[in-house]
């Protein structure tokens, strides 16, 4: 049932369509990944709102799965950066080699030229390459030799990270974090689900077998539907509270950015479209502040980015 | 809310304040009333607080002592006293302790306060003015005023209202001052001055932050002390020691001297001195102070046009008729003055007129009662001097008067606006039991007056018999026999068959006056049914005599004096009640009705009536609508009441069905969260309708509340409401089915 008023609203077979699309999208991702719906929701959310996405996970519950069963699910292509310290921006990006047959030079396109991008242990590369993904995660292309070269039009990037106490790791800055529109962890799974996940075979041959929901150019039109869901005054200005209170909260030494405001309303839209609503409610807002803020507000020593949320949330009314 | 954080993180703390919020941008854009109040309310904006606890201590010992010096010359009393003191304090103690972040509504309760006090004052000073009782009406105002500075002591945050408490004080001891005899009253002064200078210099102190400024304090408030004390001693060198009043003297003066051209004459206002006084024409425009009265003969059928324009004030001990002059010779149409000799009275200041000369018994004069009137002259009037019956002295800035016939004082120099004098006169005043005693029988006998005299006031130009037939008719009717009596009978009798009007028909040429107004109009104004009655009197022997003049006017509390219109000018009846009576006034136009009133005549009259007798209430009641509109504006402007919206409304409903269960709505949860909570209820989460009602109306609620497209289409979202309501309904009448 879509929550909209069918007498008035004109575009309601699209939203219907991108209800759809996007629960058929959680329930296909659901399949393969047990026990972390927040998760396979916070990747939707992040396919429908077109920002990246940060994992950060111990290895081994399933970050590379979720990637590419995303991957197929959408029938775009998908390619895999894995984090090491000797990691070079080219290594990323791609270079231009010499081809002596040509006698010129030739762009080799490099990983972060595919629609899905799996940027695995992303905190084990060092600053200078991390630098080298602001620019393409923001601007959504990349610079070589001064030529600016577009990135693929749906461009997703899964990132995960390792826990920052794990050896070997650089923290992120914060520029970078702050690029990231959604972050969340998978968690182990509970234990009924863990002997479920054991019992259901071979993770390659799920994602092999997994059935396409929808192709790169229903994804687009997703996301165009996303970014047209409506947002009014209020649910604006209850975000703009959030974000102002998280610059001046207890517990919190460096708050939220614009950007990060800016995010939280995309995210909330895409939020709307799996609850199939036309606009953004509250609920919206509250079920995204996790991921949209948990990343990025920079908290005091020995506090939980959980419990401050929590507490930041209940001292502000909700809008009526 | 994020404006003001952005300029706390950009450290800009003073720019945030003044900076207009979108509502104020709106506001001003809006219209020059909410400009205004905004503006006020700027002004307004609380200043740093006060936080030196000396000088609050200081500020209210200058208090206290300005309300003991008061008690000391029993301006309060003591019960006064200790109250004011104890509120004073608790007040201070109050802003005090509030200082940093002063209450909003506290400035409501005082002005209720503030409002009230000055009711009370006000009351009781109409109240004391009425009665006379001038210095009764000084302790209110000491009252008002210090009770005004005692309810200021709840709102003293900043520096800037201890000072207004300071200078409150002062106007305290100054009105002590003003009322104290005894040289212990010196010792208060002193104490307050010394105080006094400390606390300027305190608030000098606190002024000045810095710490160098701060030292100079001192020697700035020394400086400016010393300083005024040298001006106030240069000005009391300068200024003449004061001197005492010599002899009485009652106010009287004149402003340009315009002598009139025939002296002891009557002429015409002030603006034409020359043009010798006579009666106009029928229908033609008077000036302001001219009533056709005021010169040699008076034409009764005419009365002319006479504004509302005040003409005289009067300073009176008691008021009364202000009398002009009176006439005895009547000729069917208009009355004139017998010739006498015009007296010339000379004298500087004042005027002292012989008893011989004012026609009544000079024995009466000696006893009577002496009343003094000062006239204050608004509009040129003509040169006819006013007051009581019989003027025995008068104070008027001139080297000469006269007296001319018919009692009538004319001056010299013409009677311009501006000119003051005063009479002093004694008034033969009976009761109506002394009047009954004078003459017990309506036989006139002359005693004490020349007989030639009385005779002129017995004069009637021809028989009169059908007017002696109706006067011997009445009197016989009423079985009168005394003077007073009759003159009871007759004015009795015209006011149950005769009536008051102004608008007459034209008198008929030839026609006598009184003949037409007695049997043919049966209507008239104050001029005819004066001379009804005086041809009525006389044909029943008794002298009586017209007489013009001016009534009492309106008596202004406040400046007391008696306000006289242009319409006020009278013309009323003096009857003569022999030599232990002498001359009386009686007035039969009071007794003589309005002719048939209109239905609308009678609702104006009805509640001008109403609003005199009840002017107090009228007036509160006005206060307080003013009062409350006032404060009803300002309270939303500061507490910014604010009507429950829609879905606040809904809130509160499905509260009341929470409630049982202790499922209240919290304002940081949304309604969603909010109906999970109620679904939950064990009693409800069993009847899945309940459930799908729930949700239905949840997703109605949000697409009301937040879905852009409904919210900014009222048709839609009018739908929409009745859509929730109606479910509502249902659902709470399902909720009483079931007996949750």
């Known amino acids: 049932m879509f929550n909209q008023n069918n007498q008035y609203n004109l575009e309601t077979s699209d939203f219907e369509e991108a209800f759809k699309t996007a629960n058929a999208l959680i329930d296909n991702l659901s399949t393969v990944i047990f026990g972390a719906n927040r998760a396979v929701r916070a990747a939707v959310l992040a396919c429908l709102s077109g920002k990246h996405i940060l994992l950060e996970d111990t290895p081994g519950v399933g970050k590379t799965v979720l990637a590419k069963t995303l991957a197929a699910s959408l029938g775009a292509d998908v390619s895999r950066i894995q984090g090491q310290p000797d990691l070079l921006p080219s290594d990323i990006t791609g270079f231009n080699i010499y081809r002596q047959e040509l006698g010129q030079f030739e762009f080799k396109p490099g990983p972060i030229f595919s629609q899905i991008v799996l940027l695995d242990e992303l905190n084990r590369t060092p600053p200078r390459t991390q630098s080298a993904l602001l620019e393409t995660m923001e601007e959504k292309q990349v610079t ?37 529109g959604i972050s969340t962890s998978l968690g182990y799974p509970e234990f009924e689900e863990e002997v479920q996940l054991m019992t259901s075979g071979s993770s390659e041959l799920k994602t092999n077998t997994i059935k396409t929901i929808a192709s790169v150019e229903k994804w687009k039109d997703l996301r165009q539907i996303t970014a047209n869901v409506a947002v009014s005054k209020k649910i604006a200005t209850y975000v703009v509270k959030i974000i102002a209170a998280t610059r001046n909260f207890e ?49 005091e020593p020995g506090t939980q980015i959980s419990d401050v949320l929590k507490t930041l949330i209940e001292s502000l009314p909700v809008p009526l | 809310m994020a404006i003001d954080t952005q300029n706390k993180r950009s450290g800009n703390l003073k720019i945030a304040k003044y900076e207009l919020t979108f509502e104020q941008k709106d506001i001003l854009n809006k219209s020059n009333f909410r400009k205004i109040i905004y503006l006020i309310k700027k002004a307004n904006e609380p200043l740093p607080p006060e936080n030196s606890a000396t000088l609050r201590v200081l500020i209210v010992i200058e ?9 000391t010359v029993s301006e309060i009393t003591l019960l006064n006293l200790i109250s004011v003191s104890a509120v004073t304090i608790a007040g201070n103690i109050f802003s005090a302790l509030t ?29 004391a003015a009425t009665n006379r009782n001038v210095p009764s009406i000084l302790a209110p105002l000491a009252a008002l005023f210090m009770w005004t500075i005692a309810i200021h002591s709840f709102d003293v945050p900043a520096r800037r209202d201890l000072t207004f408490s300071l200078s409150g004080s002062a106007g305290l001891v100054a009105i002590a001052a003003a009322q104290a005899i005894a040289n212990s009253f010196s010792i208060i002064v002193m104490c307050w001055l010394i105080v006094g200078i400390i606390c300027l210099n305190l608030l000098w102190r606190s002024q000045t932050s810095n710490k160098e400024t701060a030292k100079h304090a001192f020697v700035n408030t020394l400086s400016a002390i010393i300083f005024a004390a040298m001006i106030s001693f240069v000005i009391v060198l300068v200024l003449p020691p004061p001197q005492p009043l010599k002899s009485i003297t009652f106010p009287s003066s004149i402003q340009n001297r315009v002598p009139v051209s025939n002296p002891g004459g009557l002429t015409q206002g002030g603006s034409n001195p020359t043009a010798p006084a006579k009666a106009g024409q029928p229908g033609g425009k008077v000036q302001v102070g001219g009533y056709l009265g005021f010169s040699g003969p008076l034409n009764t059928s005419l009365r002319g046009a006479l504004s509302n324009q005040i003409v005289l004030r009067v300073r009176a001990t008691e008021p009364g008729y202000w009398l002009g002059e009176t006439f005895n010779t009547w000729n069917g ?42 006239f204050y002259v608004a509009t040129p009037l003509p040169n006819l001097l006013f007051g009581t019956e019989s003027p025995i002295e008068i104070y008027f800035p001139g080297s000469h008067l006269y007296l001319g016939p018919g009692r009538s004082i004319r001056s010299r120099d013409a009677m311009e606006s501006g000119t003051i004098y005063t009479v002093i006169s004694r008034d033969i005043r009976l009761n109506p039991t002394q009047l009954q005693n004078v003459m017990p029988s309506g036989t006139p006998y002359a005693f004490g007056l020349p007989n030639s005299e009385l005779k002129t006031d017995l004069q009637l130009p021809k028989p009169y018999t059908r007017v002696r037939l109706l006067a011997e008719k009445i009197v016989k009717a009423a079985k009168a026999k005394s003077t007073y009596q009759i003159v009871t009978a007759l004015e009795s009798w015209m006011g149950s068959h005769m009536h008051y009007s102004l608008n007459i028909p034209p008198l008929p040429y030839h026609a006598d006056s009184v003949d037409q107004f007695l049997f043919v109009t049966k209507t008239g104004f104050c001029e005819q049914i004066s001379s009804a009655l005086v041809v009525m009197l006389r044909s029943l022997k008794i002298p009586a005599r017209e007489a013009v003049g001016y009534v009492a006017g309106s008596y202004d509390p406040i400046t007391n004096l008696y306000q006289v219109k242009a319409s006020d000018a009278h013309a009323w009846v003096q009857v003569w009640y022999g030599p232990n009576g002498g001359w009386q006034d009686t007035d039969p136009t009071t007794v003589v009705p309005y002719s048939t009133p209109s239905p609308g005549q009678i609702i104006l009259r009805a509640t001008a009536n109403f609003a005199k007798n009840n002017i107090f209430l009228i007036l509160s009641i006005l206060v307080a609508l003013i009062f409350v509109g006032t404060s009803y504006l300002f309270i939303n402007k500061l507490i910014k009441f604010r009507r429950l919206s829609f879905g606040e409304k809904i809130i509160l409903k499905f509260n009341k069905v929470g409630s049982k269960y202790d499922v209240i709505y919290k304002p940081n949860e949304s309604f969603l969260r909010y109906m999970q909570r109620l679904k939950n209820i064990e009693q409800i989460s069993s009847h899945p309708q309940l459930i799908s009602n729930l949700d239905c109306i949840g997703n109605t609620f949000d697409n009301l509340e937040y879905n852009p497209s409904v919210t900014n289409d009222p048709e839609k979202s009018n739908f929409l409401k009745n859509q929730v309501l109606d479910d509502i309904g249902d659902l709470i009448s399902s909720f009483h089915k079931l007996k949750l």
């Open chain 2, 63 to 71: 208090v206290i002592l300005g309300i003991y010096a008061c008690y």
């Open chain 2, 99 to 127: 200082r940093k972040k002063p209450y909003s509504w506290i400035k409501i309760i005082l002005a209720v306060a503030a409002t009230s006090i000055f009711l009370n004052t006000l009351f009781s000073i109409i109240n």
């Open chain 1, 144 to 180: 070589i030799d001064g030529v600016t070269y577009d990135l693929p039009d749906p461009h997703l990037i899964v990132a995960t990270q390792n826990p920052i106490s794990q050896y070997g790791t650089f923290p992120l800055v914060e520029s970078q974090v702050d690029r990231f």
């Open chain 2, 333 to 374: 149409q208009s009355w004139t003055q017998s010739p006498s000799n015009i007296e010339r009275l000379t004298g500087t200041p004042s005027f002292y007129l012989p008893f011989k000369l004012l026609g009544e018994p000079p024995h009466l004069l000696y006893g009577a009662q002496q009343n003094t009137e000062t």
């Open chain 1, 251 to 299: 517990g919190i030494k460096l708050g939220a950015s614009p950007r990060a405001g800016l995010s939280l309303i995309e995210v909330a839209k895409a939020e709307a479209i799996i609850c199939g609503r036309s606009f953004v409610t509250p609920d919206d807002i509250l079920n995204c502040v996790e991921f949209t803020l948990g990343h990025r507000l920079i908290l």
